[in-house]
């Protein structure tokens, strides 16, 4: 067995029900194989389990009662229990290893093990064709198999991101969000026609999933996604263009940093701070003036992603008159960890009393940015 053991199992004894043509007769031959008497047998088949509470407790009990109990659920209504069946295929290999007599009679009736992680990605994608809940499922599941490198998941999963119109949104957008595990250049035609729907609800992942792909044809259109009218899109086009790292970008994402909605400005200052250069600077320290926010935190992780370039700048707003200004420098400085900070971190933090506009002191501000440098040396000091 592989270390897919238990999936192996699982998946054996979901199986071994649906693959016979006449499950009572199959319930009946597995009965046998276990080697109890057979009048036992015949009073399981019959349904009367009662009649099987005196019988002795073995190994062999265990798989007897079980397939007793699927064999009585298929008599009484025609369903099969999944519950049941998954527990068959495991109990009835221990029940071989620890009774090598019962082996060979058990494997006649239960037929053989499936052929590890093939046979397990073989079930998931034909599971692909079910109802959403067990497609999403059979998702997860093709997903688990190509972060090990699974060929067959890996191209079961290149068939849902290929064409967005035949799939459910939930199911396509569930592989998109994972599309490094299995995606390369053949999806970008499909993915482009994706991204040009801009009405499809899940075209925030196809703009994602260009980017994690690299796929360069996609800067324009995710560039339009900038005006979308739902903010969810927006905020992906910024996350997008930032992994692109798309300096074309930077005016149409300056122009997000005032978005109505402030996930979007976050995720655009971010972008902007992942871009770098002049322009994406200058706009980042435009937004920081002009809004006065001290609860901007986006805009100062952005700033302060530039590093030392940056640093002198930000320990001169520390002396502005602007309390909200010289709180959103506190932070910035912290975020940069620069060895040229902390003096001027620990002055603000203890002397600097006056209060931002929402209430709260630069002292605090100064503090927080401390904590944040000090951290920050701290994991660099320790890789």
Not at 6 to 14: E, P, Q
Not at 168 to 195: M, Q, Y
Not at 206 to 233: K, N, Q, W, Y
Not at 289 to 315: C, Q, Y
Request: glycine share 8%; aromatic share 4%.
């Amino acid at each position: 067995m592989t270390d897919h053991r238990d999936d192996v199992l699982r998946l054996w004894g979901r199986r071994l029900y649906e693959r016979q043509g006449e499950p009572l007769a199959w319930a009946e031959a597995v009965l046998e194989a276990t080697g109890r008497p057979s009048a036992a047998v015949t009073a399981a088949m019959s349904g009367r389990l009662d009649a099987l509470a005196d019988s002795p407790s073995d190994r062999a009990w265990l798989l007897f009662r079980t397939v007793a109990k699927l064999a009585a659920n298929l008599r009484g209504d025609g369903r099969y229990d999944a519950d049941v069946g998954t527990r068959i295929g495991p109990l009835a290999l221990r029940l071989g290893e620890h009774e090598p007599p019962l082996a060979g009679p058990l494997g006649d009736a239960l037929g053989h093990l499936p052929d590890g992680p093939a046979s397990l990605v073989t079930v998931h994608t034909a599971e692909l064709s079910c109802n959403r809940t067990i497609r999403l499922r059979a998702v997860d599941a093709l997903l688990e198999w190509a972060e090990l490198g699974h060929p067959q998941a890996r191209a079961a999963l290149s068939g849902i991101a290929s064409d967005h119109r035949t799939q459910d949104v939930t199911v396509w957008s569930k592989a998109l969000n994972r599309i490094a595990l299995f995606g390369d250049a053949s999806l970008e035609p499909g993915l482009l026609r994706a991204l040009a729907d801009t009405g499809h609800r899940g075209v925030r992942w196809s703009a994602l999933a260009c980017a994690e792909l690299g796929f360069h044809r996609a800067v324009p259109l995710i560039t339009a996604l900038l005006e979308h009218p739902d903010p969810m899109v927006r905020e992906g086009a910024c996350e997008a263009l930032g992994l692109f790292e798309e300096p074309a970008a930077v005016p149409a994402l300056t122009a997000r940093l005032n978005d109505e909605t402030d996930w979007v400005r976050s995720r655009a200052a971010l972008a902007l701070g992942r871009i770098g250069g002049d322009r994406a600077l200058a706009g980042l320290w435009q937004a920081m003036m002009e809004r006065r926010n001290p609860k901007a935190n986006h805009l100062a992780s952005a700033i302060a992603a530039f590093g030392p370039p940056v640093v002198d700048d930000l320990i001169a707003l520390t002396t502005d008159p602007d309390p909200d200004l010289r709180a959103l420098a506190c932070r910035a400085l912290g975020s940069t960890a620069d060895e040229r900070s902390l003096p001027v971190l620990e002055r603000l933090a203890a002397h600097d009393l006056a209060r931002t506009t929402l209430g709260g002191l630069v002292a605090t501000a100064a503090k927080q940015g401390l904590r944040t440098a000090h951290r920050i040396r701290a994991r660099t000091a320790s890789t």
